[in-house]
């Protein structure tokens, strides 16, 4: 509504990332938007500053930043009447006053709103901060304070966008404190947020809840390989961006977005790949390309093309998943198939029979004979290292030998700093393995027989289970919280069973250190089971296993440091 006499708008990195989440060009344009300029700054910079004054000069224009910090005018413009100033977040006071006294009479509207995080699915937020994992983890960080703090206001920005004024809740860790640190800052600052409602009343308490967590909670779901279809395409396919690259039939080079604009890939994302139904898909479409009367030509399909726009973009959506689902199955035939049976085993403990796994070692010793990928092999040393909550210095070197990394360790040994016991040692404290509910009954699959500890607690916290010894409150809701009710996070999108809007309670879970598809995946799951319930979750940034080691891998360098990671056959 504000920009709606204006013809431009001018957006940072951030914002540009942001809107684009939310709406598209044609959107803008109903709403008297002709052009959209983006430039990349992501902090308050001397560029910043010196673009701002060239706005505030030269443009009539809608601003949409996630930061910025405008000069003294030099001159005045008879078009500044027209120029509006909007920010993803609250300016500091030293800020605002400045941007008062030497351009307030050239600003018409100027705005801070609460949207300083990531819509990523509906149910699922970021900070867009992959850079958080090693300023919070790093022993080399400086910044570990302030990126808290960055942390912190985004996820009040959710809060406060959700309208929500939460309780609290954090992971106690033995070896880190970074949840409860983040969980006071978080609480505190929703305290100055809510101070004064608009009524100009103290605002209360909602029933809402936000758990805190660190990633060492699980550290085998996020490098475990995942069978469903989501997780297993951002393992398995070079996907960057949510965009799927992939050749046509006739070898031309096509891409395709994978979001929630495709109704087609959120009906299959979060299905185990053997239920994606590749067959199925593949009749339809061959279906789909015949006449009344069986006639197949160049021409009718054009000019059924042509006629049915609605059709052609779901030919276009299964054509895309066709190709998605066979590069996926490819990948696992060629060698994910062979290692899923020795991580389910090591990373739940006990073969497809339930038998105990007594000798893990015994299960690692032929993916580490096989000819997989480095990566590969890496990941399933770390699971047999979890397994057994940390092994000797000793047993350690010999299995880096065998993955043939023994410049590149820090791959493995880095983990100890996110508090993951890597190396036994009776100075490293580590807390009991948690235990887990008995899902054996919902098995399905045999190869897909793990379940990411969040879903645990996200139904030990829905059912008012969570231990207050191992959740302690930061702050308690007015009531006790009881999970009911749910409303969505997402204000535009196409309606669904999951996006009516319900009366009750959200439950809000912050990952420190990076989100799995798989975490993500069980925030749908819950909320489905309970009805009642929606469940919000997010992190920092969303990780796939390659990104996460390459992160462990950086923990160890310098913030300016550059790094290759050497892919080699172990033929």
Same mark, same amino acid.
């Given at each position: 509504?504000?920009?709606?006499?204006?013809?431009? #708008?001018?957006?940072?990195?951030?914002?540009?990332?942001?809107?684009?989440?939310?709406?598209?060009?044609?959107?803008?344009? $109903?709403?008297?938007?002709?052009?959209?300029?983006?430039?990349?700054?992501?902090?308050?910079?001397?560029?910043?500053?010196?673009?701002?004054?060239?706005?505030?000069?030269?443009?009539?224009?809608?601003?949409?930043?996630?930061?910025?910090?405008?000069?003294?005018?030099?001159?005045?413009?008879?078009?500044?009447?027209?120029?509006?100033?909007?920010?993803?977040?609250?300016?500091?006071?030293?800020?605002?006053?400045?941007?008062?006294?030497?351009?307030?009479?050239?600003?018409?509207?100027?705005?801070?709103?609460?949207? $300083?995080?990531?819509?990523?699915?509906?149910?699922?937020?970021?900070?867009?901060?992959?850079?958080?994992?090693?300023?919070?983890?790093?022993?080399?960080?400086?910044?570990?304070?302030?990126?808290?703090?960055?942390?912190?206001?985004?996820?009040?920005?959710?809060?406060?966008?959700?309208?929500?004024?939460?309780?609290?809740?954090? /992971?106690?860790?033995?070896?880190?404190?970074?949840?409860?640190?983040?969980?006071?800052?978080?609480?505190?600052?929703? =305290?100055?947020?809510?101070?004064?409602?608009? $009524?100009?009343?103290?605002?209360?308490?909602?029933?809402?809840?936000?758990?805190?967590?660190?990633?060492?909670?699980?550290?085998?779901?996020?490098?475990?390989?995942?069978?469903?279809?989501?997780?297993?395409?951002?393992?398995?396919?070079?996907?960057?961006?949510?965009?799927?690259?992939?050749?046509? /039939?006739?070898?031309?080079?096509?891409?395709?977005?994978?979001?929630?604009?495709?109704?087609?890939?959120?009906?299959?994302?979060?299905?185990?790949?053997?239920?994606?139904?590749?067959?199925?898909?593949?009749?339809?479409?061959?279906?789909?390309?015949?006449?009344?009367?069986?006639?197949?030509?160049?021409?009718?399909?054009?000019?059924?093309?042509?006629?049915?726009?609605?059709?052609?973009?779901?030919?276009?959506?299964?054509?895309?998943?066709?190709?998605?689902?066979?590069?996926?199955?490819?990948?696992?035939?060629?060698?994910?198939?062979?290692?899923?049976?020795?991580?389910?085993?090591?990373?739940?403990?006990?073969?497809?029979?339930?038998?105990?796994?007594?000798?893990?070692?015994?299960?690692?010793?032929?993916?580490?004979?096989?000819?997989?990928?480095?990566?590969?092999?890496?990941?399933?040393?770390?699971?047999?290292?979890?397994?057994?909550?940390?092994?000797?210095?000793?047993?350690?070197?010999?299995?880096?030998?065998?993955?043939?990394?023994?410049?590149?360790?820090?791959?493995?040994?880095?983990?100890?700093? #996110?508090?993951?016991?890597?190396?036994?040692?009776?100075?490293?404290?580590?807390?009991?393995?948690?235990?887990?509910?008995?899902?054996?009954?919902?098995?399905?699959?045999?190869?897909?027989?793990?379940?990411?500890?969040?879903?645990?607690?996200?139904?030990?916290?829905?059912?008012?289970?969570?231990?207050?010894?191992?959740?302690?409150?930061?702050?308690?809701?007015?009531?006790?919280?009881?999970?009911?009710?749910?409303?969505?996070?997402?204000?535009?999108?196409?309606?669904?069973?999951?996006?009516?809007?319900?009366?009750?309670?959200?439950?809000?879970?912050?990952?420190?250190?990076?989100?799995?598809?798989?975490?993500?995946?069980? =925030?749908?799951?819950?909320?489905?089971?309970?009805?009642?319930?929606?469940?919000?979750?997010?992190?920092?940034?969303?990780?796939?296993?390659?990104?996460?080691?390459?992160?462990?891998?950086?923990?160890?360098?310098?913030?300016?440091?550059?790094?290759?990671?050497?892919?080699?056959?172990?033929?």
């Amino acid at each position: 509504a504000d920009c709606r006499k204006s013809e431009i #708008l001018i957006l940072d990195a951030f914002t540009t990332k942001l809107l684009s989440s939310c709406c598209k060009m044609s959107d803008l344009m $109903s709403e008297k938007i002709t052009s959209r300029l983006c430039f990349c700054f992501t902090s308050y910079t001397q560029h910043n500053q010196s673009l701002c004054l060239f706005l505030l000069k030269e443009i009539p224009c809608f601003v949409f930043f996630s930061c910025g910090e405008p000069r003294q005018k030099q001159r005045a413009s008879s078009r500044n009447e027209r120029y509006l100033f909007h920010v993803t977040n609250y300016l500091p006071d030293d800020l605002f006053n400045n941007m008062k006294m030497y351009c307030g009479k050239y600003i018409r509207v100027c705005k801070e709103l609460n949207m $300083s995080f990531m819509p990523q699915e509906a149910q699922v937020f970021t900070c867009d901060n992959p850079g958080a994992f090693w300023s919070i983890y790093s022993p080399k960080s400086q910044d570990k304070k302030k990126t808290l703090e960055k942390l912190a206001d985004q996820l009040v920005s959710v809060c406060a966008t959700l309208d929500e004024y939460p309780g609290v809740r954090y /992971k106690k860790d033995s070896n880190l404190d970074n949840a409860k640190t983040l969980a006071e800052l978080v609480d505190n600052k929703l =305290a100055r947020y809510y101070e004064l409602d608009d $009524s100009g009343k103290k605002k209360e308490k909602t029933q809402a809840q936000v758990l805190i967590l660190e990633r060492d909670f699980d550290p085998i779901s996020p490098i475990l390989h995942e069978l469903t279809y989501q997780a297993m395409a951002y393992d398995l396919v070079d996907i960057q961006n949510d965009t799927y690259n992939y050749k046509s /039939k006739d070898g031309a080079e096509k891409q395709a977005l994978l979001n929630e604009d495709d109704m087609l890939w959120v009906k299959l994302r979060h299905r185990h790949i053997a239920e994606v139904e590749i067959p199925k898909l593949v009749k339809e479409i061959s279906a789909s390309k015949k006449q009344p009367d069986g006639k197949i030509t160049i021409s009718n399909l054009a000019q059924m093309m042509k006629k049915m726009p609605s059709f052609r973009r779901q030919l276009t959506e299964k054509t895309v998943h066709l190709q998605l689902a066979e590069d996926c199955m490819q990948c696992y035939s060629n060698n994910v198939e062979k290692l899923c049976k020795a991580e389910q085993d090591l990373a739940v403990g006990s073969d497809v029979e339930g038998v105990k796994v007594k000798d893990p070692m015994r299960t690692l010793l032929p993916v580490l004979l096989h000819q997989y990928s480095t990566y590969d092999k890496i990941r399933a040393v770390l699971l047999y290292i979890f397994s057994v909550s940390g092994t000797t210095d000793e047993n350690l070197s010999k299995l880096i030998q065998h993955v043939k990394i023994e410049d590149e360790r820090d791959f493995i040994l880095n983990w100890k700093e #996110l508090g993951v016991p890597i190396i036994t040692s009776p100075t490293f404290f580590f807390s009991r393995k948690t235990v887990r509910r008995d899902r054996s009954q919902e098995e399905k699959y045999n190869l897909s027989r793990w379940t990411p500890v969040i879903k645990d607690v996200i139904e030990d916290a829905v059912e008012n289970k969570l231990d207050i010894k191992e959740w302690p409150h930061q702050s308690e809701s007015p009531a006790v919280w009881n999970g009911s009710g749910a409303v969505s996070a997402r204000q535009k999108h196409k309606a669904s069973a999951q996006d009516e809007r319900r009366s009750g309670s959200r439950l809000i879970i912050f990952i420190l250190g990076g989100i799995s598809f798989s975490e993500m995946r069980c =925030a749908y799951e819950v909320t489905q089971s309970v009805k009642s319930c929606e469940v919000i979750i997010g992190s920092s940034h969303i990780l796939t296993p390659k990104s996460l080691l390459d992160n462990i891998k950086a923990l160890s360098k310098g913030p300016m440091e550059n790094f290759t990671i050497d892919e080699r056959s172990n033929a």
